[in-house]
């Protein structure tokens, strides 16, 4: 019987399918209860055992997206048929709707700042990650590892200096001031991962596109940038996820205006306490677009992350 030291047995395959279907199980459990309590009713969310067979329904994305109060008995007296479906069902909970939330506010807030941010740190990025891979930047060394090191440190360790220049600044609970912030957060991590998928890039094809004709600029832009353009889309996924997720500066400096989706979907009350329904539709909405973005450069992200692990 032969026997391969590269080629994985039956057997190895079987085992590594088990595990990985496993632990995809164990990770997407999590999501598909929230998936699923957004769905249940306020009783069958706070059910004990818990509920996995449920009469499904949408009042909790109905909940995020109004806000309500509980009805007089003078109005629930009143029969009403001519109400939309949601007016409806809300009625049928004993509360009527009294306007739109603020849900979607901060959800476009969350766009805008995520985006913002990631396409700035981007940008940023990769220039400076140009600049330390092909030109002779004294102290290249020890100006990577600052930047590097600015990653170390938890950004709630320098909240209190943040929100004391932010408020001097005039920049609490601006768009600007979070999309500033998230992106120099983000730039060291861009600089660092850009600059290894740079550094892959033989120099010699700028070379002889500059011996052609072409100006320095034209050269990153028509030669580099594409080849590089795997590396730059999964570096946009990791910023983005960060800008999307960040909660404890959120809180911090933004209250209303800028105020994002992750600080606000945990305030979400309903008329008689925590409404879990609307919470976890909430959160079920907020994973779309990160979600989409993710799913639109997956062929990017596999060779984003193994790219450079083997060098020349």
Known sequence: MSYS???????????????????????????????????KSSVDSIAYPPKILF???????????????????????????????????????GNTIVGASRYSERFFNSVIIGFGSTFFAIVLGTAAAYAFSRFKVPLKDDLLFFILSTRMMPPIAVAIPIFLMFRNLGLNDTHAGMILLYTAINLSLAVWLINGFIDEIPIEYEEAALIDGYTRFQAFYKVVLPQAATGIASTAIFCLIFSWNEYALAVLLTSGTAQTAPPFIPTIIGVGGQDWPAVAAGATIFLVPVMVFTILLRKHLLRGITFGAVRK
């Open 5 to 39: 030291v590269t080629q994985p047995s039956v057997r190895q395959k079987w085992i590594a399918g088990i595990l990985v279907i496993g632990y995809a199980l164990i990770t997407m459990l999590p999501l598909l209860w929230i998936v699923a309590t957004g769905f």
């Open 55 to 93: 009469e499904p329904t949408v009042e909790g994305y109905v909940n995020v997206f109004t806000a309500q109060t509980r009805l007089s008995a003078e109005l629930a007296a009143e029969p009403r048929d001519d109400l939309p479906w949601y007016e409806q069902l809300v009625r049928n909970k």
